[in-house]
């Protein structure tokens, strides 16, 4: 539900807070480039609903607006009336690290995520660090890089290696201690979500637990921000409701990842999953959420995932997740995804690769773009 409010209103936002507070809602209030605000109401907005009536009364109050999407807290078009259509900002998700510097999800800049698949080693783990903080330093990108490793891993086969656990989590934050940067990883367990809330930066949750509700909502609650996976069995849709029950727990700390679908074509031999990057466009015009893409664990394979992340950057993602590995000699080792780990100097060409995208061919992409935001409908 959205209220619009003109500004200066300071009584009626009170009532109307109060009012929300009963119900377990919050409000957000967007300054509006006029006189008028509006008003965004977080949570579900069922009991609020009843007092569409009574809000339109109160002072400075002008339109109260019920979002008849599904994902009502997180959709980009709130209403439409004829030919006005009430549409919602983007939002930005902000990681700050110990650096001091702050990781800006949905900006004007790609920010890249990077790291081993899972935590196995101490060595391994501090080594990786130290490698992407020096190349993030050597290209001066430190605001635009943040780790990732995995320590709860959900895997296919129940003998295979499953991750280091609260252990692995430990050594992540010395990692973070000693480079200054945040990191993100995985939970699957609702029940580990209170304690690891105290440890990363960002949660994620895997395609596998995509469709967890009691997960999805236990993150919710702590307001932390959350990568959260396209199931690769779901639809645009079922992703998005999915991040609506983060989203109804008032955490609109949300970045949608795309990280491949299974179809037929895939298990060929070169298709681990099908890239859709297609719906990276979709999802941001149907959410106001960061949209960011994983180019590994559709490739499967080291050298298809720069052509992959490349491939990504026409429809602008919030970021690329990309998993490493720190030397070469580690991936006979590697338990986890090690034939998809690209090596560090593949990374920093392929992050080279984006900064040139950046300052030549973005602005002709965003001149031909121009032209389909203002055509006449
Ligand atoms: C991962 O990021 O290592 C991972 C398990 O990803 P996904 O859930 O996309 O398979
Ligand atoms: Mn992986």
Redesign the pocket.
Known sequence: MIIELEGNREDSLRKISELAEKYGNTLERIQGRGPVDTLHVIGDPKGLAQHMEYLETIPGVGRVWRISSSYKNIARRVASEGQRSVMRESRIVEIPGPDGKVRRFGGEETVFIVGP??VQTEEQVFEAGRKIAALADKLDIRHRVML?A?AF??RTRPTDFRGMGLDGIKLLDKVREETGIPYVS?VMDHTLVEELAEHLDCF???????QDFKLLETVGDTGKPVIL??G?GNDAVEWFNAAEYIANRQNLNIMM?E??VKTMYCGNGYNR?TPDLNVITYAREQTVLPVIY?P??AAGDDRLVVPNMLAALPYRPAAL?V?TIHEESFRSEQL??AKQALAMDPLEHAIRAVMDFEKVILPHLSNAQHYFSHRPS
């Open positions: 698949d899972s990732r995995g891993k959900p995985e994620q949750i895997g395609t596998r637990n995509a996976k396209r690769f990842c990280r491949g999953f994983d590994s664990h997740l998993e986890c995804d």
